[in-house]
């Protein structure tokens, strides 16, 4: 072994005997049972080796996970759900900051809140508030991280009805750069509370979201009815103009792929009620398909998760349409024919209780989006790398001058282009003033980045 080797195996012993007794969580080094599925996240392509994993069980943790990386100039990235696209829970050579064992969910039915920590996942949120009947917003996916989600946004089945995730956020417990431990609400540091309602997680590490929650009882229904592709274009129009007039409980939902289009919605809610949608959705062409299935909240919630989504490898590209005109439409179906590796596409309905909160509200933005654009593929052969990636990126880019922005939690690669998509100019400028309060040397950057204005 080299000297250099050595030298590494004296630091990590010595920084697991030095935090060992400080934590009321562990410590995981390269070589430790359970240290490579704490570094295993969403996407496959990532395979990156962290110095170290500190599996923090309480605030003090995070505390000491942030000044052991400071003093030790290690990067640091923050791991909930572990759903970034890029990978940015995966800090190579650094020290990952891993909340999962933080996971509990307290709800006070009385008061319509829910306390959630900073490792839950969705799952979780959305089994402890059901109990009662109640729900927030959260993503179509249960082992989505509640932190990543909500910091970036926080889009899912309630939003037209009850807003965003961050919308719905009373209060924020959050570690600094310093580590201090804040809490930010409309009161307490009420700019860094702006900035962590859609600005991500630039300025702390949140160890516990307080979520103001709804009573939308626990019925649900889905609806997907496929056409053929050479309906695509007539069918899509149709189903743009019925969402236009579509009541809030109901999200109207397409996809393109395999030769067809499907077109549908979700409603929550009685789903007697939401069936009153069908025949106008029935009538956009001759279907060929369709599945109409009455459901519980939390059976919707769990019907797209990904039981292999650990083993396969990634890409995807989004935008964000304010009119999803015909010629937006046709360029959509257009391009589905680029080849044997199209991306599958879908569309998902904004509006609603979305755009009912004024743009400068939260970080948050393009509130009057109306329509969600998202192009996504997956693959486990290494080969196929380069040439999904490039046929994601050029099926986007053909859209990109059509569009009117991005949201932020879909960015992967994009880096500080992606950002200026995500975020107007004068957004930008009050996350960087943000950003040089609570974090001007920029130790959280691992993240789709907001730059203090003293780092170059």
Not at 149 to 178: I, K, P, Y
Not at 203 to 231: K, N
Not at 426 to 444: E, G, H, I, S
């Amino acid at each position: 072994m080299t000297l250099r080797g050595v030298r590494g195996l004296l630091w990590m012993d010595d920084a697991r005997q030095g935090l060992s007794g400080a934590l009321d969580g562990s410590v995981l080094l390269p070589g430790d049972a359970g240290y490579d599925d704490a570094r295993t996240v969403w996407n496959a392509i990532v395979d990156r080796r962290p110095r170290l994993i500190v599996r923090c069980a309480s605030v003090r943790d995070v505390v000491t996970a942030i000044r052991t990386a400071r003093e030790r100039d290690l990067e640091i990235g923050i791991r909930c759900g572990g759903h970034s696209a890029a990978g940015h829970a995966v800090p190579d050579g650094g020290l990952m900051i891993d909340l999962t064992p933080l996971q509990a969910v307290r709800v006070d039915p009385a008061r319509r809140r829910a306390f959630v920590q900073g490792g839950a996942l969705l799952r979780a949120l959305d089994q402890a508030t059901q109990q009662y009947g109640l729900a927030v917003t959260a993503g179509n996916v249960s082992h989505t991280g509640v932190g990543g989600l909500t910091l970036g946004g926080g889009m899912g089945w309630l939003a037209r009805q009850a807003g965003l995730a961050c919308d719905n956020v009373a209060s924020f417990e959050v570690v600094t750069a310093a580590g201090d431990v804040l809490r930010a609400s409309a009161r307490e540091h009420p700019d860094l509370y702006w900035a962590l309602r859609g600005g991500g997680g630039n300025f702390g590490v949140v160890t516990e979201f307080e979520f103001r929650l709804h009573d939308i009882g626990t019925a649900a229904l889905s609806v997907e009815i496929d056409f053929p592709f050479e309906q695509a274009v007539t069918a899509l129009r149709g189903w743009r103009d019925l969402s236009e007039a579509a009541p809030r409980e109901a999200t109207f939902t397409a996809g393109i792929g395999g030769g067809a289009v499907t077109l549908g919605y979700v409603w929550v809610g009685n789903p007697r009620q939401g069936e009153a949608l069908l025949p106008g959705v029935r009538a956009l062409g001759r279907p060929s398909a369709e599945r109409v299935v009455p459901m519980s909240y939390l059976e919707l919630q769990t019907r797209d998760d990904v039981l292999d989504g650990h083993a396969r490898r990634r890409y995807s590209k989004g935008h964000y349409f304010r009119e999803l005109t015909d010629e937006v439409i046709d360029a959509i179906v257009a391009v589905t024919e680029i080849g044997p590796f199209a991306p599958g596409v879908g569309l998902q309905a904004y509006g609603g209780a979305i755009g009912d909160v004024p743009e400068d509200d939260s970080a948050f933005s393009h509130r009057r989006t109306a329509f969600e654009f998202g192009a996504s593929t997956g693959w486990t052969d290494p080969a196929e790398d380069e040439e999904r990636i490039g046929t994601a990126r050029c099926y986007a880019g053909t859209l990109e001058p059509l569009a009117s922005g991005v949201y932020v939690n879909v960015l992967g690669d994009e880096g500080a282009a992606g950002v200026r998509r995500a975020y107007s100019a004068a957004k930008l400028a009050r996350l960087t003033a943000v950003k040089d309060t609570y974090d001007p040397q920029n130790v959280f950057h691992l993240n789709q980045n907001i730059r203090p204005t003293r780092v170059g």
